[in-house]
């Protein structure tokens, strides 16, 4: 009788565990990633549907906050591809036009992003990002597991009038360190 309960118990978490094991995995990860530190990672390649001349999109990954990445309109997107996949943990985002506050109210800037992460095996992560209108970096917690490319579009603009463009001034992505 003894041994029968023993081994119940043990089938019992043994099935638990396989059941809850994607939720623990992605508790366990998301531990690590908050323990490490996290370190740059730079993509090979930038893409981009649309840009202005003198504002390319490779102005969002050259370290520099005033230069941008300008488009006549929202529905436009960057894509970073990576030489390696990485733990994607943070992605820090300047939006508008620079970081200081008289140039970043100079230009449009979107309020709302959504981003396409894609991993090595294919799997595309959708995370839909809302930025505040305000000049300098935003954080935004990521933790997807070997990513090879982030998609971002642009959309609902703020202060989008006759002369004026969105900007992009600047996107840093982190890894596990």
Same mark, same amino acid.
């Given at each position: 009788?003894?041994?029968?309960?023993?081994?119940?118990?043990?089938?019992?978490?043994?099935?638990?565990?396989?059941?809850?094991?994607?939720?623990? @995995?992605?508790?366990?990860?998301?531990?690590?990633?908050?323990?490490?530190?996290?370190?740059?990672?730079?993509?090979?390649?930038?893409?981009? %549907?649309?840009?202005?001349?003198?504002?390319?999109?490779?102005?969002?990954?050259?370290?520099?906050?005033? @230069?941008?990445?300008?488009?006549?309109?929202?529905?436009?997107?960057?894509?970073?591809?990576?030489?390696?996949? #990485?733990?994607?943990?943070?992605?820090? !985002?300047?939006?508008?036009?620079?970081?200081?506050?008289?140039?970043?109210?100079?230009?449009?800037?979107?309020? @709302?992003?959504?981003?396409?992460? %894609?991993?090595?095996?294919?799997?595309?992560?959708?995370?839909?990002?809302?930025?505040?209108?305000?000049?300098?970096?935003?954080?935004?917690?990521?933790? !997807?597991?070997?990513?090879?490319?982030?998609?971002?579009?642009?959309?609902?603009?703020?202060?989008?009038?006759?002369?004026?463009?969105?900007?992009?001034?600047?996107?840093? #992505? #982190?890894?596990?360190?």
């Amino acid at each position: 009788m003894r041994f029968t309960v023993i081994l119940a118990v043990v089938v019992a978490l043994c099935a638990g565990g396989f059941l809850l094991l994607p939720a623990g @995995r992605h508790l366990f990860e998301d531990t690590r990633d908050k323990l490490g530190k996290p370190k740059a990672v730079t993509p090979s390649r930038v893409t981009a %549907t649309a840009q202005l001349p003198g504002h390319p999109a490779a102005d969002t990954t050259d370290g520099l906050s005033n @230069r941008y990445w300008a488009v006549p309109g929202p529905g436009a997107s960057v894509t970073y591809t990576f030489g390696r996949p #990485f733990r994607f943990v943070d992605l820090i !985002i300047t939006n508008g036009a620079s970081k200081s506050a008289e140039e970043y109210a100079d230009e449009a800037r979107a309020l @709302r992003m959504d981003m396409e992460v %894609t991993a090595q095996d294919g799997q595309v992560h959708r995370k839909p990002i809302t930025l505040s209108d305000k000049p300098g970096p935003q954080t935004v917690a990521v933790g !997807i597991s070997d990513v090879t490319a982030v998609r971002l579009t642009l959309d609902a603009p703020a202060g989008l009038a006759r002369g004026r463009h969105i900007a992009l001034a600047e996107v840093e #992505f #982190f890894q596990r360190g």
